[in-house]
């Protein structure tokens, strides 16, 4: 049987949809709910669910950022989005991130038996495509050119947003898993993302971020070296002087000087 899940703050369509939804018309079981997208996403990865059925204008959640982290995660995990956000460019998205079906609240019950529908012949043409999935790598379950469209999509929509924290964080004391939670994935699922798409691993990453900044601040004669260091996040000055020479082959000090001449 199909598991589903079903992730809303509104109780009475939770328990509306758990009480009058056919389930095992489509061969489903309902194996889990909750009300905020948080505890939905621990559940999720708890559960392992082939179907979400989930409202994605929650308090304390990207919409977004959740679609895209589960189909990166779960590339074969069916969504059907029930919400009453009516943005069509947000619709649009989402749909491009990998959901099956984007329905909008009040929905009609043929609606979501429809949705359902769907999801569940999606869900049977993948075993049929891989009946041994459990045994395949996660390169070889997304052979499917429609599926490795939307799992690479996801993927790339998260390393776009991982590196904009990074940017905009950069002088903070970041470390990977802080990133992971911004874009709802786990550290190690994040690690392998960023190298994959960028070459670089998240330290490299930090580093560069802050070397950038150190940059701009070294234009200002009146900072200290030392104070750039700290500003850009360095906890020490011998630290921050080997990654910039190492980025830049110069030194800080080299830097400055050869900008001041132009």
Same mark, same amino acid.
């Given at each position: ?6 992730? @809303? ?5 939770? /328990? ?129 050119? /429609? ?20 940017? @905009? ?11 992971? @939670? ?33 940059? /701009? ?36 000090? /080299? ?8």
């Amino acid at each position: 049987m199909y598991k589903v899940a079903i992730i @809303d703050d509104e109780p009475l369509i939770v /328990e509306g949809l758990c009480r009058t939804m056919p389930w095992e018309k489509w061969d489903c079981q309902l194996t889990g709910f909750a009300y905020n997208g948080k505890e939905g996403l621990e559940m999720i990865r708890k559960e392992r669910p082939d179907i979400i059925i989930s409202d994605i204008n929650m308090p304390e959640l990207d919409g977004l950022k959740m679609i895209a982290a589960l189909k990166s995660e779960f590339p074969d995990m069916q969504l059907i989005i029930l919400t009453g956000y009516r943005e069509f460019e947000y619709a649009r998205e989402a749909i491009s991130l990998g959901v099956a079906r984007f329905l909008l609240k009040p929905s009609k019950m043929n609606e979501l038996e429809e949705a359902m529908e769907e999801v569940t012949r999606r869900l049977m043409q993948s075993e049929e495509h891989f009946p041994t999935a459990s045994l395949l790598t996660e390169e070889d379950t997304t052979e499917n050119a /429609e599926d490795v469209s939307y799992h690479n999509e996801a993927n790339s929509f998260i390393v776009k947003n991982a590196l904009e924290y990074i940017r @905009d964080n950069s002088q903070e004391k970041l470390r990977l898993v802080d990133v992971a @939670d911004q874009v709802y994935v786990s550290q190690w699922h994040l690690s392998k993302l960023l190298n994959k798409h960028t070459g670089k691993t998240f330290s490299d990453i930090l580093n560069s971020a802050r070397i950038d900044k150190a940059k /701009e601040l070294l234009n200002d004669p009146s900072l200290r070296i030392c104070d750039v260091a700290e500003m850009v996040g360095f906890q020490d000055l011998a630290h921050f002087s080997r990654v910039f020479k190492k980025i830049e082959n110069m030194s800080a000090n /080299e830097y400055r000087n050869t900008k001041s001449k132009l």
